[in-house]
């Protein structure tokens, strides 16, 4: 059974051993410290990794707490491929908000600030300077204005099929690609 209220755990900063013995032994040992900081560390790597949430779970009668670390991606598998075919090198250097609003232009196709807004806490302001930021890497496309701005991911795909496609600036106003219906 936790010492600690599920709130305290998950905030961090209290160190409230059941065994003191085995703490300070670890401490003798270099291997931990009474910072309360070692939940805190597994879920920021947790984060970091874009993993589902540790979960605590206690059974009282058998005075037992488990801890479940799910090493699943939060981003299914062929959508991380195909952000990282979009952002190419730099996307471990990507920022949580960064992911989630790739992600959910991935989902969504066209998304606004208010659309982010309903999945992440950050301030409008914060996600607009992250969304401007995306677009500046070349990562999303920007259409609209003012609140009536949209985002979608770059899609290489089509912009690759347009450079293979002759213009029409190659044909001479004579050519047979040109049909002029004299027809009414």
């Known amino acids: 059974m936790s010492l600690l209220t599920d709130q305290q755990l ?6 409230d ?3 003191p013995n085995l703490q300070k032994m670890f401490q003798m040992l270099g291997l931990g410290e009474k910072a309360g900081s070692g939940f805190g560390k597994i879920l ?5 990794q874009q993993w589902f949430y540790p979960l605590v779970s206690e059974e009282l009668d058998l005075e ?3 801890v479940t670390l799910p090493m699943v991606s939060l981003i299914p598998e062929n959508v991380e491929k195909e952000l990282r075919e979009i952002v190419g090198d730099d996307y ?5 908000l960064d992911c989630i609003i790739l992600v959910l232009a991935h989902q969504f196709g066209d ?3 208010t659309d982010i807004q309903c999945y992440r806490r950050e301030h409008p302001r914060d996600i ?4 401007k930021q995306l677009v500046n890497n070349g990562w999303l496309e920007r259409s609209g204005r003012g609140r009536g701005t949209y985002y979608a991911l770059v899609n290489q795909q089509q912009s690759d099929l347009v450079a293979l496609l002759p213009s029409s600036e190659h044909y001479e106003p ?8 004299s027809e009414h």
Not at 44 to 48: C, L, N, S, T, Y
Not at 175 to 181: I, N, P, R
Request: aromatic share 8%; with cysteine.
């Open 10 to 15: 998950y905030d961090g900063g209290i160190s």
């Open 44 to 48: 920021r790597a947790w984060k970091e």
């Open 92 to 96: 471990c250097e990507l920022t949580e």
């Open 174 to 181: 004579s050519s047979e690609h040109y049909e002029l219906s």
């Open 64 to 66: 037992m707490t488990s």
């Open 128 to 131: 607009g300077e992250c969304l």
């Open 111 to 113: 998304i606004c600030n």
């Open 17 to 19: 051993p059941r065994n």
